[in-house]
T-cell receptor
Framework: ETGVTQTPRHLVMGMTNKKSLKCEQH?????MYWYKQSAKKPLELMFV???????ENNSVPSRFSPECPNSSHLFLHLHTLQPEDSALYLC??????????????FGSGTQLSVL | KQEVTQIPAALSVPEGENLVLNCSFT??????LQWFRQDPGKGLTSLLL?????REQTSGRLNASLDKSSGRSTLYIAASQPGDSATYLC???????????FGSGTQLTVLP
């Protein structure tokens, strides 16, 4: 167990559904991240939060909406997704943001399939 | 823009063999390089982190080297075991974790 927990592990949704991915970290970290991992592609950074404030949005479509109610929890709200959004969505945390040499701790991911 | 390439994309070896995984990056202005392991359908686990001022790091049967000037890193796995089967990713950063650029990984299969 890495200390970063993601639920659900698997999710199948239609293009008109609304769903949410949840991430919780038990490490006392101040920064949390959402990554997208598509098959055979490098990880893509989607959003970064530091102390509950969003500090980065890497041109992610508005059908993905992040929420960070406190430094331990991070959500990714999904609505009207497209089939090409099917991927493994990974949450990560680090002690602080902007510190050089910081290590990332990853959750196990949510495997999302959009039909 | 930084690009990270890992070759080969997949590798299959018999148990007990020593092996080398390769990672190359286009911009040598990095602060650190990390190697991660990813099991199927799971998240990433950090294996080794090399600062730009270092040449290598070792952890058990794993040894990672960094040649910043040539834009290359290798991950050496000694006496491979079936439990080493996973995808190995490298990532480089000019500074903080949020600036990491990942490669696509090498999928390793160690046959019993």
């Amino acid at each position: 167990e890495t200390g970063v927990t993601q639920t659900p592990r698997h999710l199948v949704m239609g293009m008109t559904n609304k769903k949410s991915l949840k991430c919780e970290q038990h490490l006392g970290h101040n920064a949390m991240y959402w990554y997208k991992q598509s098959a055979k592609k490098p990880l893509e950074l989607m959003f970064v939060y530091s102390l509950e404030e969003r500090v980065e949005n890497n041109s992610v479509p508005s059908r993905f909406s992040p929420e960070c109610p406190n430094s331990s929890h991070l959500f990714l709200h999904l609505h009207t997704l497209q089939p090409e959004d099917s991927a493994l969505y990974l949450c990560a945390s680090s002690q602080d943001l902007g510190k050089t040499g910081e290590k990332l701790f990853f959750g196990s991911g949510t495997q999302l399939s959009v039909l | 823009k930084q690009e990270v390439t890992q070759i080969p994309a997949a590798l299959s070896v018999p148990e007990g063999e020593n092996l080398v995984l390769n990672c190359s990056f286009t911009d040598s202005a990095i602060y650190n390089l990390q190697w991660f392991r990813q099991d199927p359908g799971k998240g990433l686990t950090s294996l080794l982190l090399i600062q730009s001022s270092q040449r290598e790091q070792t952890s058990g049967r794993l040894n990672a080297s960094l040649d910043k000037s040539s834009g290359r890193s290798t991950l050496y796995i000694a006496a491979s075991q079936p439990g080493d089967s996973a995808t190995y990713l490298c990532a480089v950063s000019p500074g903080s974790a949020r600036q990491l650029t990942f490669g696509s990984g090498t999928q390793l299969t160690v046959l019993p």
